[in-house]
């Protein structure tokens, strides 16, 4: 039998274990010789750490670290950091760069094209001339149409007109105003009708004699490849009022835009005041 401090007298058997420890510091004081008798549970690992105090504050570190006893500087040693200015050590505060007269400026590229054209303008009286590619309508302003108001009391919806930008399509549509709810939207295909989207049209405000007819406004954005020469959109008009779906689909043909070339002239004294906006 064995006697601890402030412990009763226990029998001690072969292969019995001391009792585990009540503390939550660590449960490493088992006996670490390996259980001999057949059966016996594997030794206990110890898995229940203590926590660890919150570390204090800089200032108390450096404090606890300056007045600790002994503490000389090893590989857990905290040095404090310090500071010094380039001049202290013999060296420059700034560095100067020297351009030679013969040294090409760093001029940027879409700049330099700028003064290029600037250039030919002073040498040439001409216009400069752009050509872009944009969305052309297939068809007149169907508002300058003859016909337009025989159009719209047979169909009662009928596109005015449309432009087209580099924000995409726009354009105006005049309805008869049958009934105070009314719902008109545009169709458009970018595929031939293969696929089909709608845009909503805002309402714009009345017109003609005692609001009999209504204007809205619609709009959609267009793809950047359509921007290639020979893409097309088709597009439709569609007016839901009372109850009943009356369409514009240009007569059964559609409308439709084409992407072609522009060209854009520009006069000369235009370009040259306006240089300064492409830096």
Known sequence: ??????????????????????????????????????????????????RARSLPSSPERRAKAAGAPGAACGAGCNRQLRVRFADALGLELAQVKVFNAGDDPSVPLHVLSRLAIN???????????????????DFPPPIEAP??????????????????????????VRVSNMAFEKHVA?????????????????????????????????????????????????????????GAEYWDNNDGCDYSLTCRSHALHMPRGECEESWIHFI
């Open 119 to 137: 250039s030919d303008l002073c040498c040439s009286s001409q216009e400069l001339e752009f050509t872009l590619q944009c969305l052309v309508p």
């Open 147 to 172: 016909g337009f108001g025989d159009r719209l009391a047979r169909q009662l919806v009928c596109l005015e007109r449309v432009i087209c930008s580099d924000l995409g399509v726009s354009g105006t």
């Open 1 to 50: 039998m064995s006697k601890g401090p402030g412990s009763a007298l226990l029998p001690q058997t072969p292969g019995s274990r001391r009792p585990v420890p009540r503390s939550l510091s660590c449960v490493s004081d088992l006996d670490p010789r390996p259980c001999r008798p057949p059966g016996c549970d594997p030794r206990l690992r110890p898995i229940i750490h203590r």
């Open 186 to 242: 545009v169709r458009y295909t970018f595929s031939e009708w293969r696929s089909a989207h709608e845009a909503v049209a805002c309402w714009r405000g009345p017109e003609g004699a005692g609001g009999a007819e209504d204007i809205f406004a619609f709009s959609f954005p267009v793809p950047p490849f359509l921007l290639d020469l020979g893409s097309r959109v088709h597009f439709a008009v569609r007016y839901r009022v009372a």
